[in-house]
């Protein structure tokens, strides 16, 4: 009876193929610039929260797939010198990354780095500013822009018990400038790629 008993739970721990949990952090952005006959501005995304899901298919002793959704809590905002003008926004994310994981499904922890693609929508959610901080230069739009998205990252899973599992995550969201969000002055020109450095704290049930 007890060898039946050891084959009956290792059998059920090797069927345990996903996960499904949540996560919360804070993003990090790195700041673009726009460049015009007016002058020159520093362009980006405030730091704020970040919040989200994930669903997650072990098939693989090593390698996995999941899907994310994050959200980030961040205002566009121009500044140059002394002046600052910002607009209410937030984005999406909507990423598949595949996980290289260290160690095999049945290790309590599983150190990984992942790689995925997807999208991201930038949306704002105020009116634009009226004056706009700096017209000469840029302008702050009350409008939302899809963007691909690529993703990288590393992190480690704990499986706590057999159906619970903290995960720790740090991962870079990259999207190109959202230019119809925020917008060059005539005869300007926007540099700069957009990361989100995104430190995650998450717990997932396993089954």
């Given at each position: 009876?007890?060898?039946?008993?050891?084959?009956?739970?290792?059998?059920?721990?090797?069927?345990?193929?996903?996960?499904?949990?949540?996560?919360?952090?804070?993003?990090?952005?790195?700041?673009?610039?726009?460049?015009?006959?007016?002058?020159?501005?520093?362009?980006?995304?405030?730091?704020?929260?970040?919040?989200?899901v994930?669903?997650?298919?072990?098939?693989?002793?090593?390698?996995?797939?999941?899907?994310?959704?994050l959200?980030h809590?961040?205002d566009?905002?121009?500044?140059?010198?002394t002046?600052?003008?910002?607009?209410?926004?937030?984005?999406?994310?909507?990423?598949?990354?595949?996980?290289?994981?260290?160690?095999?499904?049945?290790?309590?922890?599983?150190?990984?780095?992942?790689?995925?693609?997807?999208?991201?929508?930038?949306?704002?959610?105020?009116?634009?500013?009226?004056?706009?901080?700096?017209p000469?230069?840029?302008?702050?739009?009350?409008?939302?822009?899809?963007?691909?998205l690529?993703t990288?990252?590393?992190?480690?899973?704990?499986?706590?018990?057999?159906?619970i599992?903290?995960?720790?995550?740090?991962?870079?969201?990259v999207?190109?400038?959202?230019?119809?969000?925020?917008?060059?002055?005539?005869?300007?020109?926007?540099?700069?790629?957009?990361?989100?450095?995104?430190p995650l704290?998450?717990?997932?049930y396993?089954?």
């Amino acid at each position: 009876m007890k060898v039946l008993a050891v084959l009956f739970c290792a059998g059920t721990c090797l069927a345990q193929q996903y996960e499904l949990g949540g996560a919360f952090g804070y993003g990090v952005y790195t700041d673009g610039s726009v460049i015009s006959p007016g002058g020159t501005a520093t362009a980006g995304i405030r730091n704020r929260f970040a919040t989200g899901v994930v669903f997650c298919e072990n098939l693989f002793e090593h390698v996995s797939g999941e899907m994310r959704y994050l959200y980030h809590d961040g205002d566009p905002f121009l500044s140059t010198g002394t002046v600052r003008g910002t607009i209410q926004g937030q984005s999406h994310a909507f990423n598949y990354d595949v996980l290289f994981q260290a160690r095999g499904r049945q290790s309590r922890l599983r150190p990984y780095v992942a790689v995925g693609v997807g999208a991201k929508y930038y949306v704002t959610t105020g009116p634009a500013p009226v004056p706009q901080p700096m017209p000469k230069i840029a302008g702050l739009v009350a409008t939302n822009q899809w963007r691909v998205l690529v993703t990288g990252g590393a992190g480690v899973k704990y499986r706590l018990t057999d159906h619970i599992l903290l995960r720790v995550d740090f991962r870079d969201y990259v999207t190109a400038f959202p230019t119809h969000v925020i917008v060059q002055a005539a005869n300007g020109t926007d540099k700069g790629i957009f990361h989100q450095f995104t430190p995650l704290f998450g717990v997932s049930y396993v089954f």
